[in-house]
Structures are given as C-alpha cells and as structure tokens.
C-alpha cells in the first residue's frame, strides 16, 4: 500500500511538471507584443557665409525620416566674428580660424555619441561674390520700420522719404549702424520692391505679406531648405523595435517555471527516498 502511495504521489508530480512546463513554454511563446522604441535624434549644421558676415545654423531630425527626407527645425544659431569670408582672399587659412568658434559652440549643443555623425555644410551665397544690403528682406525693411508688416502705401512712402536724405542726415541719424550697412539700404529697398510688385505682382495681396525674422523658433532663410534637401543623402535610421511580453505575463511565466522546477526536485526527492525504503 505504501508503495502504490508513493507511486501514485510520483505520477501526480509528474503529471504537474508536464503541465506546468507546458503552461510555461505556452505563455513563452504566446501574446508577445512589438515595442518601436524612440528613434535617435541626428543633426546637421550649415555655414550660411553671406556678403558681409557668416552665420552658423544647427539643425535636427528624427532619424528614422519620413519619405527618406527629414522633419528638420533649427536647434541653434551662432554668428561668426569677423566680416563675410570673401574678406580672406589674401589669407584663405584665416577664413577656417573664424569659423572654429561658433563650432565649438554647435559641438557643445550635440550629444558626444552624434558629433562623429553629424555633417558639415558650407553654403556660400554673397560672400563669395565680387559685387555686393542685395537680399535681406527683413533686415532692410526693419531698418525701415516697416516689420512684420506695413500698408503698402507707407512702405513707399517710407522708402522714398529714407532715399530722399543726403549721407550727412542719413549718419546723423543713424549713429549705431555702420556706413557698409547704411549706404545699401536705399538701393535695396528699391530692389526688394521691383522684385516683389513688378515680378510676382503682389500689389492686391500686400496685406498678405509679412517680413520676418524667425517662425516658432527657427529662422527664415535658404538654409533650412538646404538642410531639408541634404537629409536625402544622410541615411535613415533602421527600425529600433523590440519584442517582448507584458510584465504580468512575464511574472506568470517565471512562476511556473519555478513551480516546475519544485516540482522536479520533489520528484528527484520521493525517488530517492524510495530506494531507501526497498
């Protein structure tokens, strides 16, 4: 009796391994769950080197792109000391130096693990020409009083009263602003309403028009278009998604497991008290 007792006992236990485990390969196998996990963020910096200064713009995107294009904004800007880099025909090596300021700066704002990644982009417009404050369309018209937007007819009226003024009152009156930038003004205001009136035909949308400087913290200019337009040629990111199974899954599955694993040492146990008693 004793011994069909303990026979018994090991065909219950062992019937309670089988089951177990199977629960536990079953739960291992079952209802597992795809996680994207955050993609890594990328940057980008261009070198705007304009007519008479060089600006720095660092931008960034999520890596894994959409259309193979990036979702750029503007993390960072940094104005280069110094003139535009035209200035440096005679000495080409200190048209480098003056950049390696507002690179340290960008290096900073980029994460250690990106820096090695991140590419470098000289866009020269201006400041590589032999002629020369025309573009700007902000700067000119801010100068003029005339931002974000103004009736058209006192932008006329305001460029042609500002044109009208000898160098004496023009300098008199603008103490802080240096004689490059001043003497230009004029002539680009003229130029920026040629372009706008007579090319685009913008007369009956005036009030539509806004000159600015920035929108939700990026700046406006070729840059950021430039930047877009890259991305086609950075590579995007493979897909960072993992698999796995819910936390109270995973607990149930390392329960049983255990509970198998007691079990096959109550087994073991019984047998070799078993063959102490024969």
């Not at 391994?17 to 955050?38: G, W």
């Not at 460029?159 to 004029?186: Q, V």
């Not at 090319?199 to 005036?206: A, L």
């Not at 278009?225 to 899954?249: C, D, F, K």
Request: hydrophobic content about 45%; charged content about 15%.
């Amino acid at each position: 009796m004793g011994i069909q007792m303990k026979a018994l006992l090991l065909g219950a236990a062992m019937a309670a391994v089988a089951c177990t485990t199977i629960i536990a390969l079953i739960l291992s196998l079952a209802n597992h769950q795809t996680l994207d996990r955050p993609y890594s963020t990328q940057y980008g910096i261009v070198f705007d080197a304009g007519s008479t200064h060089t600006a720095l713009f660092l931008y960034q995107w999520l890596g894994n792109k959409e259309n193979n294009t990036g979702i750029v904004s503007q993390k960072q800007s940094c104005d280069v000391d110094g003139d535009g880099i035209s200035s440096y025909v005679q000495n080409p090596l200190a048209a480098g130096e003056s950049l390696k300021k507002c690179l340290d700066v960008a290096k900073a704002a980029i994460p250690e693990g990106e820096r090695k990644t991140t590419p470098v982009y000289l866009g020269a417009t201006a400041g590589m020409r032999l002629l020369r404050a025309f573009s700007a369309y902000f700067y000119t018209f801010d100068f003029l009083g005339l931002v974000p937007k103004a009736p058209l007819t006192q932008v006329l009226s305001t460029i042609e009263t500002h044109c009208n003024k000898n160098w004496t009152s023009l300098t008199a009156e603008n103490p802080n602003i240096t004689a490059k930038y001043l003497k230009d003004y004029c002539a680009s205001a003229h130029y920026i309403m040629t372009i706008l009136l007579k090319g685009y035909k913008f007369n009956n949308t005036w009030d539509q028009i806004s000159f600015v400087k920035q929108v939700a913290d990026t700046d406006i200019g070729w840059t950021l278009g430039y930047m877009l337009n890259l991305t086609n040629m950075i590579p995007s990111e493979w897909s960072r998604a993992v698999t796995g199974v819910p936390h109270s899954q995973w607990a149930a599955q390392i329960f049983f497991i255990v509970f198998a694993l007691f079990l096959s040492l109550l087994i073991i146990a019984i047998l070799f008290v078993r063959d102490l008693s024969q």
